[in-house]
């Protein structure tokens, strides 16, 4: 019942974050697009005048004009973003604890930190979340701000350090997730304890009659690009469920730095399509080498290659066959953790105990539907057509787990 319950939940909670998700990163990826093609004030405007812009939209023109405010003139109403942002990172957090924290945080492990306690796996993912924010606060409240050049690659290093630290504990997908969540919730911190408190400030000012400071904006606005930047990569991890090659591959790490840094200068790319001439072409060549070496990264042998070769074949086939997707520890995940699997003790769901030998094994790959495990939905599909050394060669990769 409870699992049920947590299934449902997680149902909503998802549904929710996508949406307000959608929500956030469309506003910021329409408010960058406007702020790229505003048309420069002419001599003779107004001196509020920051840039106008006409689109057509919905059956008339929306004519936009940026500027600055006249503290005697506030516009009423006038509209604030932030519950797109709050919502998301509201509904995220409720999602990672109905998916991994409920479960014991046993699920964000990987086979080898397996005898770590599920609580400090909790703790471990919360410490990452809230100290993520913190080191990449710290860095760009000082002076570094200043120095993009330096503060970006050192931003960026120290995400790939925590990286390296949680995949030491967290499977390939948990630590996918574990990055995007914490830099989810550094873009939620940007919008709740910069973007909005500046807009405060300079409101305040405005109302006690000052004129308008455009210091409280560019602060703001540091951060709003941050935002801008990090949505393509987050999103991506966001998905990685559905990327098990990607994220059973033995090399989370570099794959993570490359997806991230591959995503990021496409976005830059994009954004500067009014000014380069082949940024499209540049986009595609951006791509082909983040695909080249993600390719190269997973045809490297990795320690695994030292199992035996039924086991890396069974690996190969679990990915390949879309078990991984079903089975591996995570949020979309359907079916049972089979990790320890063999020779463990299944209940079933008469309540029947059964030992998970080699002939169970092979039986709930080829016809899994005669014995299914309590608590499961029996939504395995059989894979019949499976060749008997296939299925041996899954067999010998569940053993291994
Ligand atoms: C559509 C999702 C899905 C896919 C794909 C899938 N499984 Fe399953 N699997 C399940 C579910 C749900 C159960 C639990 C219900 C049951 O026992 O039938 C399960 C049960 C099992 C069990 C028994 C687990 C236990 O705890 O005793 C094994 C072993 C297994 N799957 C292996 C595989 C292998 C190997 C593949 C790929 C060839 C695979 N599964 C593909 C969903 C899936």
Redo the contacts with the bound molecule.
Sequence with gaps: MESEIAGWLSVVFRFVHVLAAIMWIGNSILFTWMELNLIAPQPGDNDSNLGHLDMLHGGGVFHLEKRVINPMAIPVPLHWFMWQSYTTWISGVLLLVSVFYLHGGSSLLNPASMNLQGWKAIGLSVGGIVGWWLVYDAIWRTKLKEQPKIAVPLTFSLLVVAAFFFNQYFNGRAVFLQIGAMLGSAMSANVFFHIIQNQKKFMKSLLAGLPHDMKYGKQAKLRSMHNHYTTFPVLFMMLSAHFPQLTSSGRTVPILGVIIVALMTVKYLMNSRYYFKYWLVAIFGTVMLAGGLIGTLIAAPTEQTSAAPDVMKGGK??VS???A???QAGASQ???N?SK?YNST?TLTDDSKIV?DDM??HE??RQ??V???KG??????P?GH?TDTEVDQ?VAY?KSL
């Design positions: 086939l679990f066959q879309g078990c997707a079903c089975h359907l079916g049972p089979l699997i299944q998970a169970y094994l709930s790959i899994p539907q014995k299914v495990i499961f939905a029996p939504a395995m599909p894979f499976l899954l569940l």
